[in-house]
């Protein structure tokens, strides 16, 4: 696994392996009640699957952190490219 992998002017925030399959991870944190999914954009949803083709990932996945008052939620989504 790797963190902040600079691919062009991009950058992946993760990519890792899920068996044998590599797949770029993108991670977006927010605070507050937004659902941290929304965060990323179909403009950025796009770049990072370009990202993740140029590296070679079959699969790009999805990673929101919300950090409310009283609790931390996270939602993860595969498959997204």
């Not at 990519?15 to 941290?36: C, H, N, S, W, Y």
């Not at 179909?42 to 609790?71: H, N």
């Amino acid at each position: 696994m790797a963190a902040n992998v600079g691919v062009g002017r991009g950058e992946l925030d993760l990519l890792a392996f899920d068996g044998g399959e590599r797949v770029a991870i993108e991670v977006r944190t927010v605070t507050g009640d937004v659902d941290p999914i929304d965060a990323v954009g179909p403009s950025k949803r796009r770049q990072v699957q370009t990202l993740a083709r140029t590296v070679g990932a079959t699969r790009v996945d999805f990673v929101g952190v919300g950090i409310g008052e009283s609790a931390v939620v996270v939602h993860w989504v595969t498959g997204c490219g």
